[in-house]
């Protein structure tokens, strides 16, 4: 965290370095200051056009990427060339080096070459470019681009936030909305984080939002958050039943089971959202408006929005045979014919059929 405030004091400084390195696992933090480096270096939005180019490391040659970084800037001060996904700069795991040397050494002898060409550039970087390398995963530290990088260039590690760092990022952030939360709906929020920051920030502008005017967040508030969340993820799922998408369904319905919510739950929660959507498709079909159908149906507005939304994706025959077709699951579950996610899962490929 500290590293990243320096970088970016520095940035809005007008103190730019010739390479930035970011690597790791979350790149929240990364994809921030490349954004101030974008506005530090084209204040004028037009410039980006002639002083900015995006490679992706793993389709274009380094040689290409280098070139690049020789150009004169016009009508500009500095160019700016970003490389995501430079995994030359990565370091090998063990399962991947085994099987690099089943493929033999070219792609070693490729690596070693482009780190080369790294350490040359470094020596002698173009001044009017800044590079920007994003790597996946981590690097080798003892490597010396990657020591003459950290000595006299910029880098920033991402990884996840856990622990204290996790506990300030969150009430900062809310700090800035002008917001404070207790400790029992931090703790909820900690213990829910699996996502990455980019996720939680997401999470974090929900909170806001149904917080409204209120300065104080509670552990009701979270909890309330988090049940919208997983109505989100049932809706989705609803919405790929509906496109016939059976890969996302699964996806999404597998997401959920890693979330650690119960098959059941699910089952009966799409249930719900099926027999939202066939009132809401009735009353539609009489010619009743959105507000009237909400007044009618009556419940919270939120799921009977979606169901509003989602009916013009289902007949009412759909509807009709895909609650068949999940109380049969269910009855099949509850007599032990299979294991419940097979039967879901078989379920949902039915559904999409």
């Known amino acids: 965290m500290s590293t990243y405030n320096t970088l970016m004091a520095d940035i809005k400084s007008g103190k730019l370095k010739q390479v930035y390195l970011f690597f790791g696992g979350d790149f929240y933090f990364a994809e921030k200051v490349l954004k101030e480096l974008e506005q530090v270096c084209f204040s004028d939005e037009g410039m980006k056009d002639f002083n900015y180019d995006i490679f992706d490391g793993e389709r274009t040659s380094l040689t290409s990427i280098l070139e690049a970084t020789l150009i004169l800037p016009v009508f500009a001060e500095r160019r700016l060339v970003v490389v995501k996904n430079a995994y030359w700069l990565a370091s090998k795991r063990k399962d991947a080096k085994e099987e690099d040397d089943e493929k033999g050494d070219d792609e070693e002898a490729i690596q070693d070459d482009n780190s080369l060409a790294i350490l040359n550039y470094l020596e002698n970087p ?23 990088i950290t000595k006299e260039q910029a880098f920033l590690e991402g990884n996840d936030l856990k622990g204290q760092d996790l506990r300030i990022f969150i009430k900062d952030y809310l700090k800035e909305q002008g917001k404070e939360i207790d400790e029992r709906g931090l703790a909820i929020i900690i213990n829910q984080q699996q996502e990455g ?18 300065q104080k967040i509670d552990q009701a508030d979270v909890e309330n958050i988090l049940t919208l969340t997983i109505y989100n993820t049932i809706f989705d799922l609803t919405d790929a039943v509906g496109a016939r998408d059976s890969a996302k369904a699964l996806w999404l319905f597998r997401k959920m089971l890693q979330e650690g919510e119960r098959i059941g739950f699910i089952l009966s929660m799409l249930g719900f959202q099926l027999r939202l959507i066939i009132q809401a498709k009735e009353l539609l079909e009489k010619n009743f408006t959105h507000q009237q159908i909400i007044n009618s149906i009556k419940g919270s507005p939120y799921p009977i929005k979606k169901a509003i939304a989602q009916s013009r994706n289902f007949s009412i025959n759909d509807l009709i045979l895909a609650l068949e077709k999940l109380l049969e699951a269910d009855l099949f579950i509850k007599q032990g014919k299979a294991e419940p ?6 379920t949902i490929f039915e559904l999409c059929s």
């Open 197 to 214: 920051t980019q996720f939680l920030e997401k999470e974090l502008e929900k909170l806001v939002s149904y917080a409204g005017t209120n």
């Open 341 to 346: 996610r097979t039967i879901f899962e078989q």
């Open 126 to 148: 173009t001044l009017s470019t800044t590079l920007v390398l994003f790597v996946r995963g981590n690097v080798d530290k003892r490597k010396k681009f990657y020591k003459m």
